[in-house]
């Protein structure tokens, strides 16, 4: 197969996590006789200081151009107090636009190797595996009218989160796909106790729900769940929630993971005419900047993401395994970078790129 990938390394560990996620993609071209297509663009803080813009119109054009696209991290504290159309951040929402990406999937696995790095308790994550499904394109982060008016005592913001039945419906669906191909159990995250949009949200789950009678359906109020997370995340398959708590939730899945810089994740839009996605992956993490440059950051979830790039945009799913299995046994064998608490020396981020790149070889 033709694999045409953009990469968007952006700001601080982006770029480290980045390469060595690139390094095991070539790893796989090579053992599995593809060819690989790589172009690189400017997304975020870099590309505010070298165009101006945090999402500029050549990286709009070769994202659209492209297969799938891979990207870093972006933010810097330089850019802290500039208003949030200005931001590097800007530019993520940006290019979601762009690709038209509705849903982001972010997986949460806690492996064996990895149960004393959490901070909870062995008993509590041992055996979590879930998919948080993310509505990534609509909600309070899109919505109208937004802003800041008014002065003195009267001063006020503005958010506006709305949403569309057509919205809901199509990342419910990704949701129920998702779980009639695992353990066929879906919970849907809402507030529909308080908000008119998540009475909406759950109406509109429960008539996509009727599509798939083979998945038990769940519905759960955002505070429970974000409870029962902690307390018994072995009970969760597949969650769908709206963007914000998504957002949240998906963060504290990090916990069940022992580190976010574990966490991959893909975001989807419509499927093209062969059957497979449109798509951007990414790590969940930042961009770090107390340890950019220091090759000390973790770049699991990176490379977690280019097995998701293969299966979801590519239909690799062989390929896709290797990966996922080499990230295992680079855990299983303690090779992981400080954040993972080795027992050992804690390897460096091109030693661990390194490492996983050796077990898919062998």
Known sequence: MNLHVLTLPGDGIGVEVTRQAVRVLETVCRKFHHSLRLTEGLLGGVAIHQTGEPFPEQTARLALEADATLMGAVGAPEFDDWPPEKRPERGLLAIRKVLGVYANLRPVR????????????????????????????????????????????????????????????????????????????????????????????????????????????????????????????????????????????????????????????????????????????????????????????????????????LEYSFGLTQEAAAVNAAIEAVLDAGLVTADLKPKGTPLTCSQVGEAVCDRIQS
């Open 110 to 309: 806690a492996y064996k190797a990895l149960l004393d790095s959490s901070p909870l308790k062995n008993d509590r994550v041992e055996g979590a595996d879930l998919i948080i499904v993310r509505e990534l394109n609509g909600g309070i982060y899109y919505g109208t009218p937004r802003g800041i008016s008014g002065s003195g005592d009267e001063e006020r913001g503005l958010n506006t989160m709305t949403y569309t039945r057509a919205e809901i419906a199509r990342v419910a669906r990704v949701g129920f796909h998702l779980a009639r191909q695992r353990r066929k159990k879906l919970a849907s995250v809402d507030k529909s106790n308080v908000l008119e949009t998540s009475q909406l949200w759950r109406r509109v789950v429960n008539e996509v729900a009727a599509e798939f009678p083979d998945v038990t359906l769940e519905h759960i109020l955002v505070d429970n769940c974000a409870m029962q997370l902690i307390l018994n995340p072995r009970r969760f398959d597949v969650l769908v929630m709206e963007n914000m708590f998504g957002d949240i939730l998906s963060d504290e899945g990090a916990v069940l993971a022992g580190s976010i810089g574990m966490l991959p994740s893909a975001s989807l839009g419509e499927k093209k005419p062969s059957g497979v996605w449109v798509g951007l992956y990414e790590p969940v993490h930042g961009s770090a900047p107390d340890i950019a440059g220091q090759d000390k950051a973790n770049p699991l979830g990176a490379i977690g993401s280019v097995a998701a790039m």
